[in-house]
């Protein structure tokens, strides 16, 4: 989950002027508003189960995120196919995925935002909403079929109105999960962990006796080396936090949030300065502390912490399904008998649950010149086909049927061509979905039915899925949409607020400063207006209970 301060947009602005990105307009630039206007190239009737196909070719400017293992192709069959099916093609702006929300962040509130601005995760829309260089989408999904069919059926709209605004608008086009979906976990080192008879861990207490074992097996190593920690948002080891904060009860690393939901007390709460906040770093402050895990897995680049796991220097890391597969697995093949494991997420005093927050991926955000073209609603029907709809979802994965892939997800007998590789399925093929042919691309491929979630799995990852799908999911809190006179000043604090919450806990977790001043530490949030924060937030849900 990405949160992009007020000093980062600052930032932005000073470099606004080093940034030429021209956004493609496929329109004629009117200045009209009414989508009536703007329909050129667009489908009449177009309904759910409809191939969406311009009636003329249109091309539409996307910000393009370029993951290091799949760098972005122009020539890509993907892309190649895409405007064969829909008469759409692209003008992208590509950026590496290390430099992607910092470039965002740059041009959307420069306004020179792309039409299209893909891998949005919320909130971080909300930092441009004040300043209209975005547009609230929910005031067009009536134009979108296969997107309204998905989050009536699916029962999604509670998971809409709690990333709404005050306005009862929301300005992100999120994927969407018919299920709840965990996919992070730790990965462990599985010889090691049975040339020392040690059981696989369950909980996040069994982790840490797990680790203590290992270091006592191996007092010179650190067990544990984690990754993911020079990605915005927080202190280091994000998706980690973000693990422990769920299965504590509160937000943490890639998942943070200034303001909790506390359904025992009925309100929100500031999330730094929970009780369940300090529990999880006072959990990590503890394996710093015992040298069960690296001081640098907070600092160093993920290249860095595959190094040492590769080495056999450490023995744990974050992983999710790919990076399983196409990293952690791949780094060890020289390492006689090495074996890697995704364990089960350990739980912690939350239980064998999840969050409900999970149901909803990273969107999209339209930026305020899609509005100005002529092509509108044709870019909202493409948007529809491409990200929603089943057909559209199982080619940006999968891509043709016949030729990458054969069968149906439906029936169970998908097969993908033995000649291609992806993540766990065909390990020795030839060809790689992703680098050679550009599906499963990191910009379109997310969200969708559970049968073709599942499409992706191999037997090992299914029973991974299997195992989360008998824990219990969550209530997703409430809204607390704030007025714009609100977002405004609440904009001011929240960029403080993380920022000391951030800082602190690395401090804490690092040892550079004691525990002992968590109580001095949650009156420093109080003066960086986290008191008046937690107030205006509740102020704002009560105002929305009473209209609902």
């Given amino acids: 989950m990405v949160q992009i301060s007020r000093r980062q947009l600052l930032a932005a602005a000073g470099a606004a002027a080093a940034v030429s990105l021209a956004g493609c307009d496929s329109g004629d630039g009117s200045d009209s508003t009414d989508v009536n206007d703007k329909k050129a190239g667009s489908m009449d009737g177009f309904k759910v189960g409809d191939q969406f196909k311009a009636t003329e070719p249109l091309k539409f400017s996307v910000m393009m995120l370029s993951n290091q293992n799949y760098p972005f192709k122009a020539d890509w069959p993907m892309l190649t196919e895409l405007t064969k099916r829909t008469n759409i093609s692209f003008e992208p702006t590509t950026v590496p995925g290390s430099d992607y929300n910092q470039k965002v962040s740059v041009v959307v509130s420069a306004g020179n935002a792309p039409q299209i601005i893909p891998k949005t995760y919320h909130p971080a829309e909300e930092a441009f909403i004040a300043g209209g260089a975005i547009l609230p989408v929910s005031d067009y999904v009536h134009l979108m079929p296969h997107f309204t069919e998905k989050v009536q059926r699916w029962n999604l709209q509670g998971n809409l109105d709690a990333i709404s605004q005050q306005d009862g608008k929301y300005y992100l086009l999120p994927?969407?999960?018919?299920?709840?979906?965990?996919?992070?976990?730790?990965?462990?080192?599985?010889?090691?962990?049975?040339?020392?008879?040690?059981?696989?861990?369950?909980?996040?207490?069994?982790?840490?006796?797990?680790?203590?074992?290992?270091?006592?097996?191996?007092?010179?190593?650190?067990?544990?080396s984690d990754r993911w920690s020079t990605q915005t948002p927080g202190p280091g080891a994000n998706n980690l936090l973000g693990l422990l904060a769920a299965s504590y009860g509160t937000y943490a690393g890639w998942t943070y949030q200034n303001a909790y939901w506390d359904g025992t007390a009925g309100k929100f709460v500031l999330t730094g300065a929970m009780e369940q906040y300090r529990q999880v770093v006072q959990y990590l402050a503890t394996l710093v502390s015992e040298k069960l895990m690296d001081p640098e897995s907070f600092t160093q680049t993920d290249d860095a912490a595959r190094q040492k796991f590769a080495s056999s220097k450490s023995f744990v890391i974050s992983v999710n399904a790919q990076t399983l597969v196409n990293e952690a697995r791949k780094d060890i093949d020289k390492v006689p008998g090495g074996k890697v494991v995704k364990i089960p997420l350990p739980t912690g005093p939350m239980g064998a649950t999840l969050s409900g927050d999970s149901r909803l991926e990273n969107g999209i955000m339209l930026g305020k010149k899609a509005l100005e073209s002529k092509n509108f609603v044709?870019?909202?029907?493409?948007?529809?086909?491409?990200?929603?709809?089943?057909?559209?979802?199982?080619?940006?994965?999968?891509?043709?049927?016949?030729?990458?892939?054969?069968?149906?997800?439906?029936?169970?007998?998908?097969?993908?061509?033995?000649?291609?590789?992806?993540?766990?399925?065909?390990?020795?093929?030839?060809?790689?979905?992703?680098?050679?042919?550009?599906?499963f691309n990191g910009v379109f491929a997310y969200g969708g039915s559970t049968k073709i979630l599942n499409s992706q799995f191999s037997d090992e990852e299914k029973a991974f899925q299997a195992e989360m799908n008998k824990r219990k999911t969550r209530d997703v809190g409430p809204p607390h949409p704030f007025s714009p006179d609100e977002r405004e000043q609440a904009g001011l604090w929240e960029a403080a607020i993380a920022d000391h919450v951030n800082q602190s806990t690395l401090a804490f977790i690092l040892g550079k400063r004691p525990l002992s001043e968590w109580d001095k530490y949650v009156s420093e949030l109080s003066a960086k207006g986290g008191d008046k924060y937690i107030d205006l937030a509740n102020k704002a849900y009560g105002r929305f209970k009473e209209k609902k």
């Fill in 378 to 439: 044709a870019m909202l029907q493409f948007i529809d086909w491409l990200w929603y709809s089943d057909d559209g979802l199982m080619f940006s994965k999968w891509g043709i049927q016949g030729d990458t892939y054969t069968g149906s997800v439906d029936d169970g007998s998908f097969k993908l061509n033995p000649q291609i590789k992806w993540a766990g399925l065909n390990p020795q093929a030839p060809k790689n979905l992703q680098v050679d042919y550009g599906y």
């Fill in 175 to 224: 994927g969407l999960h018919e299920a709840v979906w965990q996919d992070y976990s730790l990965g462990m080192r599985a010889d090691i962990l049975e040339k020392h008879s040690l059981a696989v861990p369950t909980t996040w207490d069994e982790v840490t006796t797990t680790l203590r074992a290992l270091k006592q097996a191996y007092p010179d190593r650190y067990p544990f």
